[in-house]
């Protein structure tokens, strides 16, 4: 099994940083794409910003130029550093990690608790 725990929500006003990490740990063999998610009241849950194993980012364009996300394999840590934040990004955000636990075993998608992010004045 693989676990991730999330750090950094918190309140923040507009305009205003945040940054967000999360942490993997358990049985893992290899990790593949890690990404952040976010879900805010009464809307489905959205890709914030993935990064593959090989450093490739991608990003919603809501986020593009004030959200980095970043990753160290040696330490399955993945963060998201957000910036120029907006009343718009307040959500619950998710870590997601596709992972093997196993050379034979397939990718499995595990998920973070959460942490909530509010940007208001």
């Known amino acids: 099994q693989v676990q991730l725990v999330e750090s950094g929500g918190g309140l923040v006003q507009p305009g205003g940083s945040l940054r967000l990490s999360c942490a993997a740990s358990g049985s893992i063999f290899y990790i593949n794409v890690m990404g952040w998610y976010r879900q805010a009241p009464g809307k489905d849950r959205e890709l914030v910003a993935s990064?593959?194993?090989?450093?490739?980012?991608n990003y919603a364009d809501s986020v593009k130029g004030r959200f980095t996300i970043s990753r160290d394999n040696a330490q399955k840590t993945v963060h998201l550093q957000m910036n120029s934040l907006k009343p718009e990004d307040t959500a619950v955000y998710y870590c997601?990690?596709?992972?093997?636990?196993?050379?034979?075993?397939?990718?499995?998608?595990?998920w973070g608790q959460g942490t909530q992010v509010i940007v208001s004045s």
């Open positions: 997601k990690v596709d992972a093997k636990y196993a050379a034979w075993a397939p990718v499995y998608d595990y």
């Open positions: 990064i593959t194993n090989g450093g490739s980012a």
